[in-house]
């Protein structure tokens, strides 16, 4: 699975969107981007993810660029609930199911 | 909806005890992982199966084991609970091993070794 890089912290005003960065150069054509947060010691929450086209959902909506070697997670209108740990993860569908996760980007969404 | 249920959510051991961690998952997902959290870090595989009868190892897997009779259950066990292992365990599941769909991630078990 390719290796992912995030910045490890980001500040955002509340109601403002968040632009999360990831950077996957090496990614392969069968590598899904993946991405999910941790608030507090809660569990990890999956968010969203996607294969070559952007997606958007309930909760955020996702960018991968044309050649997928970056992605960006926008939450549109950021809350306090919002702030926790957002893991970017990549991994192919035809691999193991095992998730490699980094340290992250801890988010925090000031008043 | 009960997803990933872990029990339980704390436990204190003292070096040398043993204790399981139990994980269920009412989804009826195939495959089911253990993943350890040490302070600042993120998360690291410790063993996974892909379907009952059928466990294999992850990144950590010294001094746990596991098994997987049901579909449902996927336990953890520690058979000598050493110091080195105090950390915040969580229990994940998903549809297979070979489609995209999420893994889901349970409460987790908060374990202090002493």
């Known amino acids: 699975d390719a290796k992912t890089t995030q910045p490890p912290s980001m500040d955002c005003a509340e109601g403002r969107a968040a632009n999360l960065p990831c950077n996957h150069s090496t990614i392969s054509g069968n590598e899904y981007v993946y991405w999910y947060r941790q608030i507090h010691s809660q569990g990890p929450q999956y968010i969203i993810h996607g294969l070559k086209n952007n997606e958007t959902n309930e909760m955020a909506s996702l960018i991968i660029t044309e050649d997928r070697k970056s992605s960006t997670l926008i939450l549109p209108h950021a809350t306090l609930r919002d702030t926790a740990v957002y893991y970017c993860i990549v991994r192919a569908a035809t691999g193991a199911n095992n998730l490699f996760f980094g340290t992250g980007t801890r988010l925090t969404v000031i008043p | 909806n009960a997803g990933v249920t872990q029990t339980p959510k704390f436990q204190v051991l003292k070096t040398g005890q043993s204790m399981t961690l139990q994980c269920a998952q009412d989804?009826?997902?195939?495959?089911m992982s253990w993943y350890r959290q040490d302070p600042g870090m993120g998360l690291r595989l410790i063993h996974y199966s892909v379907g009952a009868g059928i466990t294999d190892q992850g990144e950590v897997p010294n001094g746990y084991n596991v098994s997987r009779s049901t579909t449902e259950d996927f336990p953890l066990r520690l058979l000598s609970a050493a110091p080195s292992q105090t950390s915040v365990y969580f229990c994940?599941?998903?549809?297979?091993?070979?489609?995209?769909?999420?893994?889901?991630f349970g409460d987790g078990t908060r374990l202090s070794i002493l």
């Open positions: 989804m009826n997902h195939e495959y």
């Open positions: 994940a599941s998903s549809y297979d091993r070979t489609s995209n769909q999420p893994q889901h």
